[in-house]
């Protein structure tokens, strides 16, 4: 059987940050890790384990201090800032926490706005995709209200409608569920489930082990290193 594919490798990455006094702060400490396509991946682990640094280098959103970052096919050290931000708007979709919707546009302006940026999806078929995304997490009569006048499950949902947006393989989501109650958590979380069966590779960066049970693969880290690397059967309580 041929090896499955590598979205995601990291090999030998270290991630220091200056602080105040002049010392160096080491997020990530020799990081090596194997990510391929059609995984649902979980990385837990306390505040200041290195989850946030390392998802923000899988996104090309900042670089490593050493190491080698590829994802998506591209090597992510050797692109400039302009070639980045082209490459995330092709590869990758985001998910955060706090939704950062553009408030004073409508939910379905917020995701076309996604494919005018990119340029990905052909003009005539942007106003379709959107339709066919809104359907997908539920919100086809949400389309033309602004954020703030939804649910934060509904904003969520909207922010991973946009994700989608040009098709990304691969789809980063940092605390997605941190922000929600226990029922629209668990109702992101099957949205999560449905994309993974179309194919979608999904990294999530959480410390909520409910969330991380219905992975198929739980990284833990602690101190910028990963103290255990774990495939399980997902389930689904």
């Not at 602004?146 to 980063?172: F, M, V, Y």
Request: a neutral charge; aromatic letters at 4%; proline letters at 4%.
């Amino acid at each position: 059987m041929p090896t499955p594919s590598a979205i995601v490798e990291l090999h030998a990455v270290t991630k220091s940050f200056a602080l105040p006094g002049g010392q160096a702060f080491p997020a990530l400490r020799g990081l090596t890790l194997r990510i391929t396509a059609g995984e649902h991946v979980a990385v837990l682990g306390k505040s200041g384990s290195g989850k946030s640094t390392l998802l923000n280098l899988i996104a090309g959103l900042d670089r490593a201090s050493a190491g080698d970052v590829r994802v998506a096919g591209a090597g992510l050290g050797k692109l400039s800032e302009n070639e980045l931000a082209r490459w995330r708007g092709a590869n990758l979709g985001i998910v955060f926490q706090f939704f950062q919707l553009l408030p004073t546009l409508t939910i379905e302006e917020n995701i076309m706005l996604a494919m005018d940026f990119v340029g990905k999806i052909p003009v005539d078929q942007r106003r379709s995709r959107t339709q066919e995304l809104l359907k997908l997490v539920g919100l086809c009569d949400q389309a033309v209200k602004l954020p703030s006048t939804l649910s934060g499950g509904q904003q969520q949902r909207a922010a991973i409608a946009r994700a989608l947006a040009n098709d990304p393989p691969l789809l980063l989501a940092d605390e997605p569920t941190g922000n929600l109650d226990s029922e629209t958590a668990a109702a992101v979380d099957s949205l999560f489930d449905t994309l993974i069966s179309e194919g979608k590779t999904l990294l999530i960066v959480t410390h909520d082990a409910t969330l991380a049970r219905h992975s198929n693969r739980v990284i833990h880290l602690k101190d910028g290193l990963v103290v255990s690397d774990e495939r399980q059967n997902s389930s689904r309580a």
